[in-house]
């Protein structure tokens, strides 16, 4: 990814009377003219992660212009850190954004799983490719390998990832580098998916949670930003801007659910205030994670009635009043559709809670339902698969309209299938200074959606609006899922 997300961080609300008027049905004799086939977008949304595969391809992959890529990542450091994903459009491998990709693929599946049917196999496989990796990145103890390869001179080559010849340079954290966010939401990643595997896997989610634990340590007793040694490095691309306080609360809250450990509740305890849990910051993705946290926490205590999580309730509150004014859409400066995809989950998810613990949320005075918050999520989600001004699908290849010029390196450039001779580093870019159409379809990639003026140019070279990421489609898959099942299509 090419871009550092806070840098205009214009915590901007779209004008209502646009979205509720871009978001009604057309047709006065339909009522249900604007529902979307949400199973084919969550059959699209999964797949995708197919498309961001790094390493060996397994035989039955899906996307089959892609092939195997950087089969010695890790030499550089005499360690096996081959597979994994490429967050975005480039050929790096960012270990914060790829385990925040993997906790929130493992809380869709934790959630809403259970409809998920045929893409349940998908969806775990999806998270298995993360882990698998990150099981690999944290293999040394007090060690994470956190980046492979150097995002400015992969940055200065327009190449597919199965031609690269830029340094596959090695980072990593450890007790004297520390970063306690990275390895926090690594720790956050493993538990959750040891959640979700431990029905299917016990003996892989019973590795993951051991795992989990040990990193967790390791973030806790050596603090500090990865940003800071690393600065160099992951700055301003994955620059962790809201420091590691976040992580460290989400991890725990994690740890607490996938080990029933007394200990993290206890840690949870002493430490939430400390570590932020009542701030108001109302952003969830991959760097900041305050939000999330919460709504987990409000989960143990609305349906796990663990008491002295209450005060959670009204964190998580909070959250919930400051986004319900019409329901509004988040808008960013930098790749937007992030939180609109993270936002809807998390509105979902804390429905499901309220409606288990048959609570409401109190807004001053206004109450909101568990059916306010899935309608919000539902107009979100709807925005984005073509009910917006433009009537464009921001998901590639789901619907008439969507992105065609997607800022990505595999998806502009030949196929090895049809164009098996190398394609150089710098001749890559006049396809993407071309106005054609990429000719792989990276079926199921979210861009980042319209500016704040609902635009969309469909532009390469504009990796604010046209680039995909993992990170984008992770909390999607949840949210689909419900809406398919919901709507009578699982």
Known sequence: MTFSLFSCLLFLLSVFSTLSHSLTPHSHHHPHSATHNYRDALTKSILFFEGQRSGKLPSNQRMSWRRDSALSDGSAMNVDLVGGYYDAGDNVKFGFPMAFTTTMLSWSVIEFGGVMKGELQNAREAIRWGTDYLLKATAHPDTIYVQVGDAEKDHACWERPEDMD????????????????????????????SLAFKKTDPAYSKTLVRRA????????????????????????????????????LWGAAWLHKATKNPMYLNYIKVNGQTLGAADSDNTFGWDNKHVGARILLSKEFLV???????????????????????????????????????????LLAYAKYLTKAHVVVNCGGTTVTPKRLRAIAKKQVDYLLGENPLKMSYMVGYGLRFPRRIHHRGSSLPSIGVHPGKIQCSAGFSVMNSESPNPNTLVGAVVGGPDLNDRFPDERSDYEQSEPATYINAPLVGSLAYLAHSSGQL
Not at 179 to 192: I, M, N, Q, R
Not at 319 to 336: A, E, Q, R, W
């Open 166 to 193: 830029t340094p596959r340079s090695v980072f990593k954290v450890d007790k004297n580098n520390p970063g306690s966010d990275v390895a926090a939401e690594t720790a956050a990643a493993l538990a959750a998916a």
């Open 213 to 248: 634990i040990r990193v967790f340590q390791f973030a806790d007793k050596y603090r500090g930003s990865y940003s800071n040694g690393l600065k160099s490095v992951v700055c301003p691309f994955y620059c962790s801007y809201s420091g590691y306080q976040d992580e460290l």
């Open 304 to 346: 796990r009635k663990v008491q002295s999580l209450h005060d959670y309730k009204g964190h998580a509150d909070n959250f919930i009043c400051s986004v319900i004014p019409g329901g509004l859409l988040f808008k960013m400066g930098d790749s937007n559709m992030q939180y609109v995809t993270s936002t809807s989950f998390i």
